[in-house]
């Protein structure tokens, strides 16, 4: 991300006031806790980048100012100059604790929650409140715990302290312990309209064209998370030079092709390379669709591009593309975990679209 698109970007979680899209989520939780029945676990679900941690921050603070005692209004906001507010901005909440994947030695972002975040959140709940009200912890991320940092929690939930809260934020509850699970009220945010995300990005990029804000829009899925990274990536791009290659089949320009691979052979390019296989599993799904007999909608993202996948859809039928998805899905996921060489990886996956779709 350059210092431009920095300066424009949402203010993390916990500093963020705002909220757009989820009334219906923040009804729940009010009317759960006017109406004293206040689960003492939550797990708040859905896709990436939607608002479920900004709205579990959003609950906390509300909770923490004592906003179920009488307070009125159908909202959970609280104003950033409020008390509250700022000193969980600033970390400095003393009935507030927070777990979440750490960034090791060399600045790398942990693939896990381990078992000592877990423990000292249940130190925390052993603790009495320090301003006589509740203790708040939010998990974000609750789904990439390890094995023994799952079980460590199960204390917490088989035998939840008073006056205690528990937010876990999740993007794929499914690998949460079922026993985890089953302790926690649920709560499933769904992606926003793509109408809110653009309004958004016009907010946070307003330099961009109204067309490439729609785009982005599109492609996000419903995620403002994901069209500011698309953004930042360069992904409108990368998508569109993706397409015009596809545009050549059913027999690839190979010297596009090997210039379009060669920029994520480079060191460093390696979010390039994540960005652009998230965009051609985007690709592929939107071809299945259609291959199904299912509308192609939405903004046209590139010059003939409507046209481009409905012939190719056609030409290969559903069950070849149900194939090269799995295909595609294996390499790129070996490619995520392991060093393979990202050119060639690239190479493959536009080849095993070629073979799908020629005569």
């Known amino acids: 991300m350059n210092g431009r698109e920095d300066a424009a970007a949402p203010p993390p979680p916990r500093n963020n006031p705002a909220l757009v899209g989820h009334q219906a989520a923040e009804r729940a939780l009010l009317e759960s806790l006017r109406g004293g029945r206040l689960a003492h676990a939550w797990l708040i679900s859905g896709p990436e980048g939607i608002g479920k941690a900004t709205l579990a921050y959003r609950f ?59 423990r000292t959140v249940v130190r925390f709940f052993k603790l009495t409140a320090g301003e006589g009200g509740w203790r708040v912890a939010i998990i974000d991320g609750a789904d990439t715990m390890n094995p023994s940092a799952a079980n460590a929690l199960l204390k917490v939930l088989e035998e939840p302290p008073a006056n205690s809260l528990l937010l876990l934020v999740a993007h794929n509850p499914g690998r949460l312990l079922p026993t985890i699970r089953s302790r926690c009220r649920k709560l499933a945010l769904k992606p926003l309209a793509e109408e809110q995300v653009t309004a958004l990005l016009a907010g946070y990029l307003p330099e961009l064209a109204s067309t490439d804000t729609a785009a982005l829009a599109h492609l996000a899925d419903g995620s403002p998370g994901r069209a500011l990274a698309l953004a930042a990536e360069g992904g409108l791009e990368l998508y569109r030079d993706m397409s015009d290659i596809l545009e050549t089949l059913p027999e690839l320009d190979v010297q596009a092709l090997h210039a379009f691979g060669t920029r994520f052979g480079r060191a460093g390019a390696e979010q390039a390379f994540r960005t652009a296989g998230d965009l051609i599993r985007w690709w592929l799904a939107r071809t299945i669709v259609v291959a199904a007999g299912g509308p192609e909608s939405g903004p046209r993202l590139a010059v003939g591009e409507a046209a481009l996948i409905g012939r190719l859809a056609r030409a290969a039928g559903l069950d070849r593309w149900l194939e090269v998805w799995e295909k595609i899905n294996r390499l790129l996921g070996r490619t995520e975990t392991a060093s393979l060489d990202r050119k060639q990886v690239v190479l493959n996956v536009f080849l095993a679209i070629e073979g799908a779709v020629r005569p």
Do not use: K
């Not at 100059?81 to 927070?98: C, E, K, M, Q, Y």
């Open 60 to 118: 906390a603070r509300f909770v923490l100012a004592g906003g179920g005692n009488g307070a009125a209004g159908d909202s959970l906001y609280l104003a950033p100059d409020h008390p509250v507010f700022r000193r969980v901005a600033a970390g400095g909440h003393s009935d507030l604790i927070t777990a979440e994947r750490a960034v090791t030695d060399d600045g790398r972002l942990r693939g896990e929650i381990v078992v000592d975040d877990i």
